[in-house]
């Protein structure tokens, strides 16, 4: 695999179930993002993690809960989502720090989520 | 706040035509600018980048953006496209208080066969 991988592709979840989407990436980086992407918006930064620490949570509902075991990975935990949160997620990477951040996020395919 | 806008949401061209694609932001110091491009099912793929120097940047697949600060400007162009440009452009630019992109809504491209 090369790249930034995201599964599921596709995840169909009522209200009161819980889901994980994953990502990983095969890229050396050491930072990591989830975005929400819907139709007509401009992305929406939900977190970010550099060297597997959260160093920004932009206001996104405790329903959705990220973890970062690893520089490689990262998880989005879901739990009583709401139709509202239906989107694509996006996972990305990039490698960042004082002396070398380049702000060029590669970018996972998504995770289609519907929420019925 | 600080913000990026595409003013345009669709544009058809067709085929062999040129291309533009604009994009304005509110920022105060020379920004960070990014252009990026996503394809139906996909994610998105950095086309190219300004940080400084000349403000005539070259990208991939044949795609250059020109930074004009005095119009805060850095819009995206293409001499001929192709079908396979197809797809839906976003510009960026990096902001300055957390340094994280900042997103505009991005323009979907359309091309008349």
């Known amino acids: 695999e090369t790249g930034v991988t995201q599964t599921p592709r596709h995840l169909v979840m009522g209200m009161t179930n819980k889901k994980s989407l994953k990502c990983e990436q095969h890229?050396?980086?050491?930072?990591m993002y989830w975005y929400k992407q819907s139709a007509k918006k401009p992305l929406e930064l939900m977190f970010v993690y550099n060297f597997k620490e959260q160093t920004e949570n932009n206001s996104v509902p405790s329903r959705f809960s990220p973890e970062c075991p690893n520089s490689s990975h990262l998880f989005l935990h879901l739990h009583t989502l709401q139709p509202e949160d239906s989107a694509l997620y996006l996972c990305a990477s990039s490698q960042e720090g004082f002396l070398g951040a380049t702000y060029e996020q590669y970018f996972g395919p998504g995770t289609r989520l519907t929420v019925t | 706040a600080q913000s990026v806008t595409q003013p345009d949401i669709h544009i058809t061209v067709s085929e062999g035509a040129s291309l533009e694609l604009r994009c304005n932001y509110s920022?105060?110091?020379?920004?960070?600018l990014f252009w990026y491009v996503q394809s139906p099912g996909q994610g998105l793929q950095l086309l190219l980048k300004y940080f400084s120097g000349d403000t005539l940047v070259q990208g991939i697949k044949g795609f250059e953006a020109e930074f004009k600060r005095s119009q805060s400007s850095f819009n995206l162009r293409k001499p001929s496209v192709h079908w396979s440009d197809a797809a839906e452009y976003f510009c960026a630019v990096v902001g300055d208080s957390n340094y994280q992109l900042i997103w505009g809504a991005g323009t979907k491209l359309i091309i008349k066969p």
């Open positions: 920022y105060g110091a020379t920004p960070y």
């Open positions: 890229l050396g980086h050491n930072a």
